[in-house]
C-alpha cells in the first residue's frame, strides 16, 4: 500500500512537471499598460489565416460573437459584435484581449487563449498547454484588426 501512495506521487509530481514544460514553451511577452506591444512570433500575422481561425467551430469565436460574416449562419450574441472590433481595439490590446481576456474580467466566460497556468475546468486536451498557438494568436489580432466600420 506505502508503495502504492508513493508510486502515485511520484506519477503525479511526474506530470505537473510535463504540465509546467508545456507552459514554460509559450513565447514570452509583456504586458504594457491594456495590451501586449510585440508580436508572440516576432512576425505580423495573416489575415486570410485569421479570418478562416475565427469561423472555424474549433476555436469557438463565433459560438459567443457575431460579426461581419454573411456566409455563416447561427452566430453567437452573448459576446461583443466583432464587426468595427479595429475600430474599437489597438492590435496591442487585441493581442491581450487573446492571450488572456480574464484580465479585463475575471468573470469573462471567453478563455485565455494563450495561457496554461492557473485555469480551472480545463478539458484534458488541453491541460497544461494554451488552446491556440502564438501564430494562431497573431492571424486572428491581423483580421480583427482589418475589421473597421
Known amino acids: 500500500m506505502a508503495r502504492s501512495i508513493v508510486h502515485t506521487a511520484a506519477l503525479i509530481a511526474s506530470l505537473a ?3 509546467n514544460a508545456r507552459a514554460e514553451g509559450l513565447a514570452p ?3 504594457i499598460g491594456d495590451g501586449i506591444a510585440e508580436s508572440l512570433t516576432g512576425a ?3 489575415a486570410a489565416r485569421g479570418r478562416a481561425l475565427v469561423l ?3 476555436t469557438t469565436c463565433i459560438l459567443c460573437h457575431s460579426g461581419p460574416f454573411p456566409e455563416t449562419r447561427f452566430q453567437g450574441d452573448l459576446a461583443p459584435d466583432l464587426t468595427g472590433a479595429g475600430n474599437r481595439w489597438t492590435v496591442s490590446q487585441l493581442r491581450l484581449r487573446m492571450v488572456d481576456a480574464a484580465r479585463f474580467n475575471p468573470d469573462t466566460i471567453m478563455p485565455s487563449y494563450y495561457r496554461a497556468d492557473g485555469l480551472v475546468r480545463v478539458g484534458r486536451n488541453f491541460a ?3 488552446i ?3 501564430a494562431e494568436i497573431e492571424d486572428i489580432v491581423a483580421y480583427l484588426a482589418t475589421l473597421r466600420d
Open 17 to 19: 512537471f510535463v504540465a
Open 56 to 58: 472555424a467551430r474549433t
Open 132 to 134: 491556440l498557438s502564438a
Open 29 to 31: 511577452y509583456e504586458i
Open 44 to 46: 505580423p500575422g495573416d
Open 128 to 130: 497544461g498547454k494554451p
